[in-house]
């Protein structure tokens, strides 16, 4: 076995007048943003900072593979738009991932950072809710919560005002023929969806018969697995969050634990998981 490989001669090495790695991806700023804030420095804090802020660049990313989605499905653009729902999955798989390297902090590692948290919590992570927001989960009153951050709170007001994922799949469905009801087609978007029991019609329609309807079916079922993703992503945060602190209130001012259990509840497709009594008889 060789001990030393040698670079070879075609490789760039003086980067003194070229763009190099670390200035295409602007390490300086990307590495010099964890600014642990713990007086003594307590060596978990970085663990902290980093998880949290690789899952906002993962967040960033979904944001811009949603809008893209979205866009695709208004121009009726299906199969890139499912190309996107794809790489939105992988992207929720890293994020479900991430939180067993959370998970090894202990109790006693957080106790020691907690309160240099101070009052800040993931609750006002405002591309998380931008993520909720595009998928379907509307609530104006987060709207509110940002307005410290006046472009986050534009942006939130924004897409509170849009068309969410499902609404421009639904009427991608509606320009295609299908007999998407009226009041689902011109509800107020500014609301989280509300099951309509003739839209499930639609659906069974179309999974007694996928072969005829492939592309509806192939788009119905990527859904699923956004909305089985995303609430596995919320299971997994709030187990993390019970091993570490328990049923205490978070920093943020909420319940905790039982917080977030209420958000296993929330759903972004209804009908979609609803019909699934109807196949088969």
Known sequence: MAEHREIEAGIEKDFTQQMSYGDYLRLDLLLGAQQPQSDPP???ELLFIVQHQTSELW????????????????????????????RIKHIQRVLTDQWSVLATLTPSEYAEIRPFLATSSGFQSAQYREVEF??????????????HDPPARDALATLLREPSLYDEFLAYLARRGYNVP????????????????????????????????????????????????FQQWRFRHLQVVQRTIGHKVGTGGSSGVDFLRRALDLTFFPELFEVRTRIGG
């Open 42 to 44: 307590q060596h978990d």
């Open 59 to 86: 967040l960033k990313l979904m944001v811009h593979e949603l809008r893209s989605a979205r866009s695709l499905l208004a121009s009726d653009d299906l199969s890139p738009a499912l190309k996107r729902l794809a």
């Open 134 to 147: 595009l998928l379907g989960n509307k609530d104006a009153d987060m709207v509110p919560v940002f307005k």
């Open 182 to 229: 009226a009041e689902v087609l011109t509800r107020d978007v500014t609301r989280s969806h509300p099951s309509s029991p003739g839209l499930v019609e639609v659906f069974a329609q179309v999974y007694a018969a996928p072969a005829d309807h492939w592309g509806v079916y192939e788009t119905c079922e990527e859904l699923v697995d956004v909305e089985d993703n």
